[in-house]
């Protein structure tokens, strides 16, 4: 055997190990797994389509006539809205928190994020108590105006499209802010000094150099963004925006139609696999570049001073006060004035000790999933397994609406398996052991949010060089091994943000909660959504300020982590 054949091969190929007789254990059981994580994601999508092919009588043509193409109309404009407003956001203050030094920068570099720990239901159910016509705004309006009424001026409805778009954008931007700002950091300084020694201004620089380069993180971040969006079933109903989301809701729920339902998620599913096409297209032929040579280094900040530095610090600061602080201030005055901290509901310890339950599960079942699939495909090194791996990952795409919907069948029909079973033993049956129980929120948090943890995965594993597997392979380590003493401990931080992330968003999925919790079952997010469907969300603030702490700290870590990173990449 050559030597270019030994480089050839996976590193559990290239050397013997001295544990023959279990080597494959491990690998093979990943492998499993990550068979395993291809079933889960794509078992919803394939369900949907066998329910949509079904016979609904005149309730398709209803819906297409009608329903349809109001739903479709809404929901393009929003995304559309929202694809705006957050690209202006994002990359605009990224842009001027990496190229500029002005006062307050450091500061606002952490509190920009800040506004992702927010699920939009809640901002919108803030900023609809604020701005609704006996609101705060509006009272101080007519007390200063004199005026008696609302049909005595004008104000904008924020219970509208423009509305959504406003609370959505304000919320999910640092989607696109996070992304843009990594690449603005990775971006050595020799090309930005080049330019300007060649006279380019900092928006010819921008323009021509800058954006460019970070087109492709601004795509995915902007994917995100507009996924997020159409996840949202909680900000679009509050604020009155038929969306597509909240027409599948209504047709299931409030015309009892699964068929319907499922009929109109696949026109869902479109508009998802449009999203994501239209990722990659802007990722066409482009590759993230970064720093790895020790000598690079990052362009220094031009300082600005007096008014550029005040309009620099204004435009950052407008975004985190739209949607942070204002939302925070007003949760936090709700507590305080309603006395929810002395008196509160003991009915909240019980949810939020349910929550985090669920979260809990979810997160370290997505984690085994999602890290032992990456660890197949590192160790196996077959097409297949990375093709399961990709099909895996796709349950972040499907909002948890459709994906509640197309659980539904695939559970009964594994609950109808068991009570079969059960029954040909000589036992009675089981009943519903998965649909209708917290076992189906667990497997909808596990498809959806698995993708989050295949993602860190794939950057943990990527950091560790091929050469320690040989090294542990040459010495005579088997998989198990390996991995206990080499992947996993090196793979920790990727592992520790990941569950983070997982962790919280658990906490505020919403639509798949909603659809397929027990009766009688609440968690933080469907007790705040079931104040807000009474009118009086104010006494859920509390339960919403839970939601929002926790969410802060996985901010926060990815925050540190990046402003970390920039500075390792600074020094000499």
């Not at 040579?293 to 620099?312: P, T």
């Not at 003493?485 to 968003?505: C, E, K, N, Q, Y």
């Amino acid at each position: 055997m050559t030597v270019n054949e030994i480089a050839g091969r996976s590193s559990l190929e290239r050397w013997p190990t001295r544990t023959s007789s279990n080597q494959w254990v491990l690998s093979g059981a990943t492998g499993a797994i990550a068979v395993l994580a291809a079933v889960l994601a794509i078992t919803p999508i394939v369900s949907l389509i066998v329910i949509a092919i079904a016979n609904t009588g005149d309730l398709w043509s209803h819906l297409a006539r009608y329903v349809l193409p109001v739903a479709m109309l809404h929901t393009v404009m929003l995304l559309a809205g929202v694809a705006a407003a957050t690209t202006v956001i994002g990359v605009g203050t990224a842009w001027a928190v990496s190229t500029f030094e002005f006062p307050g920068r450091r500061i606002l570099t952490w509190l920009l994020p800040l506004p992702l720990s927010f699920p939009t239901y809640i901002v919108a159910y803030v900023y609809v108590d604020l701005l609704d016509a006996f609101g705060p705004v509006q009272s101080a309006l007519r007390a200063i105006g004199g005026w008696r009424s609302a049909a005595d001026y004008w104000f904008p409805n924020v219970r509208s499209l423009g509305g959504a778009i406003f609370v959505v954008s304000f919320v999910l931007y640092p989607y696109v802010y996070l992304a843009a700002r990594a690449m603005f950091q990775t971006q050595a300084a020799q090309l930005a000094e080049a330019a300007r020694v060649l006279g380019a201004s900092p928006w010819r620089l921008a323009y021509e150099i800058t954006l460019p380069l970070a087109r492709p993180a601004i795509a995915v971040g902007l994917a995100l963004v507009l996924l997020e969006t159409l996840n949202d079933i909680g900000a679009s109903e509050y604020l009155g925006v038929p969306t597509l989301t909240l027409s599948i809701f209504a047709t299931w729920l409030n015309r009892g139609s699964l068929e319907g339902a499922a009929q109109l998620a696949c026109f869902m599913l479109l508009i998802v696999a449009l999203l994501i096409a239209l990722e990659r297209y802007g990722r066409r032929r482009r590759a993230f570049v970064a720093l790895t040579h020790q000598g690079a280094r990052l362009s220094s900040r031009i300082s600005l001073r007096g008014a550029m530095g005040f309009v620099a610090t204004l435009a950052c600061l407008v975004p985190v006060l739209l949607g942070f602080l204002i939302p925070i201030g007003f949760l936090v005055r709700e507590v305080i004035v309603r006395g929810l901290l002395i008196g509160f509901d003991t009915d909240l310890v019980r949810h939020a000790l349910t929550t985090a339950g669920l979260a809990v599960v979810a997160t370290a079942i997505v984690l085994l999933i999602g890290f032992s699939a990456v660890a197949a495909q590192r160790y196996l090194r077959k097409q297949a397994i990375a093709a399961c791996v990709n099909v895996g990952s796709i349950g972040y795409a499907i909002p948890g609406t459709v994906l509640a919907l197309g659980l539904m069948s695939p559970l009964v029909w594994v609950d109808e398996g068991i009570n079969a079973l059960a029954r040909l033993v000589g036992g009675p049956g089981t009943g519903l052991l998965l649909a209708g129980s917290m076992a189906a929120v667990i497997v909808a948090y596990v498809i959806r949010f698995l993708a989050i943890a295949i993602g860190f995965a794939q950057a943990g594993f990527a950091r560790i060089a091929i050469e320690f597997d040989d090294v542990a392979r040459m010495l005579g380590a088997g998989p198990n091994a390996l991995a206990r003493t080499i992947h996993l401990p090196l793979a920790r931080p990727a592992i520790w943000g990941a569950s983070l992330l997982i962790f919280v968003d658990c906490l505020k999925e919403l639509p798949a909660t909603l659809l397929l919790r027990p009766l009688n079952t609440e968690t933080l997010a469907t007790y705040i959504y079931q104040f807000a469907t009474r009118g009086n969300f104010e006494e859920g603030s509390l339960a919403a300020l839970i939601i929002v702490a926790v969410g802060i700290v996985p901010i926060m870590y990815i925050t540190r982590r990046a402003t970390l990173g920039s500075m390792m990449r600074n020094r000499p």
